[in-house]
């Protein structure tokens, strides 16, 4: 290896896609950055021919300084940082950050949302670099690596939303009790189109009251969507509800039939309020493509989905959509979930199409709903 000095003295440093031909360079790096679990020059070669992965080096003329590798699981959507190597002879300049981010890109653009790594728990100047580029430690691996030190396994959402196809801002609101994600979820659309509406939990509280089906599986009844679009329409806002199916909503999550018959009765009001009130209500199986051209008009939507690939529990839960691209669709989920979450994990999340189609669709008779929103 050269000298510090030398290396530091080259400004130039460019990441590129790993090529054969880089093993016998990559072989030495790494027997220079790392006493044990190494990968050999077997390996190096399988991993440069390799299609599900993402594998980049940071050169200097012609002299590889870093190299980063990735491992794209199939069937998921989570990326793995499987090795990310600089020499120590040019610490110091950034490498590793700059290296970090190109796989982070890379990865994202192979469809990928999350990516994890394992670090070892002694290894400072490492876990200060992720945790300031935004990883967070979510596990504790004991005896991990061959010379037996323990690790961290550490998380980053990798995929955003690109700005240019962002049509409003959304801003986020936390729901205060567990039944009122549908008055949350519609205070964010609202505000999106329109920054004078108030979101606290007086308005929360009061869009559940005229949004309700009184009664759900345990506990206070969720939202209904059509009371959701009357609750939007009485606030000035154009409101229309897609439904999948006709007859009352929510009535197999109760046993009990006086329970049936008050959700049916309830069902029939918001059927006739909604016809006095011009709101359009269309029976239609809402789909993606239906929600990128709403979203491309300006207007806000509300999607109810189904919380058993979140959580393991098949509750319905209203989200409010804040965009679409190629590969995900992006949610304000008004639920944190856990205290471990906080305002900006439950922003824009990405949730990819494949999974997007299996969460909204509810129940055994696969409830497809949406609220759409405009101003007037």
């Not at 046993?255 to 016809?275: G, T």
Request: glycine fraction near 6%.
């Amino acid at each position: 290896m050269q000298s510090s000095k030398s290396l530091k003295e080259k400004s130039a440093v460019f990441v590129r896609e790993v090529a054969r031909g880089d093993e016998k360079q990559l072989d030495l790096l790494e027997k220079a950055c790392f006493a044990s679990d190494r990968l050999n020059l077997r390996r190096f070669k399988y991993w440069i021919k390799a299609s599900h992965r993402v594998f980049l080096v940071a050169e200097s003329d012609s002299q590889i300084l870093a190299y980063g590798l990735v491992l794209l699981h199939k069937g998921t959507r989570l990326a793995r940082l499987y090795s990310l190597a600089v020499d120590d002879e040019a610490r110091g300049r950034g490498i590793g950050r700059i290296l970090l981010k190109a796989l982070e890109e890379a990865s994202s653009q192979q469809g990928k949302i999350y990516m994890r790594l394992e670090v070892a728990a002694d290894n400072k100047s490492a876990i200060a670099l992720y945790e300031s580029e935004g990883y967070r430690v979510f596990s504790w691996l004991e005896d991990y690596y061959e010379d037996h030190r323990n690790a961290l396994r550490m998380q980053k959402r990798i995929r955003y939303l690109a700005k240019s196809l962002l049509k409003h801002q959304t801003p986020w609101y936390r729901q205060t009790t567990e039944f009122s994600c549908g008055a949350a979820a519609l205070m964010m659309a609202m505000k999106s189109l329109d920054h004078s509406i108030k979101m606290n939990q007086d308005e929360e509280l009061d869009i559940w009251r005229q949004a309700t089906t009184i009664f759900m599986a345990s506990g206070h009844g969720g939202s209904h969507p059509i009371g959701l679009a009357l609750a939007a329409r009485s606030r000035g806002f154009r409101a229309e509800v897609n439904l999948n199916q006709q007859g009352p909503l929510f009535v197999d999550s109760v046993r009990s039939e006086h329970k049936k018959n008050i959700i049916s009765l309830v069902d029939r009001q918001f059927h006739k309020k909604a016809k006095s009130m011009r709101v359009k209500i269309t029976k239609h199986d809402v789909t993606q493509e239906d929600i990128g051209d709403w979203l491309g008009l300006g207007k806000a939507v509300l999607i109810l989905i189904s919380t058993y690939r979140i959580d393991g529990r098949k509750a319905p839960h209203w989200v409010t959509v804040s965009g679409i691209d190629e590969h995900c669709l992006y949610v304000h989920d008004p639920d944190p979930a856990t205290d471990q979450y906080d305002a900006f994990d439950c922003q824009y999340v990405p949730i990819a199409r494949s999974d997007f189609e299996k969460m909204s669709s509810f129940g055994k008779n696969k409830l497809r709903t949406s609220v759409v929103i405009s101003s007037n």
